[in-house]
Nanobody
């Protein structure tokens, strides 16, 4: 079992930055790949970024590539999502998730989810 708690969301203007954090507890954090997903009102949940267990391999959705950076600190049991050059279309609830699967870009791969944190980008 893994418990995940996101933080760092908020309201920011277009072009601004936010850093989301996801603190994990309850199991060996380093044995899980971690992902960030988001869901905007009226839309399906979509993949944003993922990072493999060691942190050496990362994946990004095309829509965020070059603007967002995922990282992890296995000593602190935390995964981060640095979001720069934010756009109104980035507005969504952001969720972190954990998986032991090798496929990390689909939500069905993930077993554990946080409660989400709201990110709102004003134009």
């Amino acid at each position: 079992q893994v418990q995940l708690v996101e933080s760092g969301g908020g309201l920011v203007q277009t072009g601004g930055s936010l850093r989301l954090s996801c603190a994990a507890s309850g199991s060996t954090f380093s044995s899980y790949a971690m992902g960030w997903f988001r869901q905007a009102p009226g839309k399906e949940r979509e993949f944003v970024a993922a990072i493999k267990r060691s942190g050496g391999t990362t994946y990004y959705a095309d829509s965020v590539k070059g603007r967002f950076t995922i990282s992890r600190d296995n000593a602190e049991n935390t995964v981060y999502l640095q979001m720069n050059s934010l756009k109104p279309e980035d507005t969504a609830v952001y969720y972190c998730a954990a998986t032991r699967a090798t496929v990390v870009v689909t939500d069905w791969s993930y077993d554990y989810w946080g409660q989400g944190t709201q990110v709102t980008v004003s134009s």
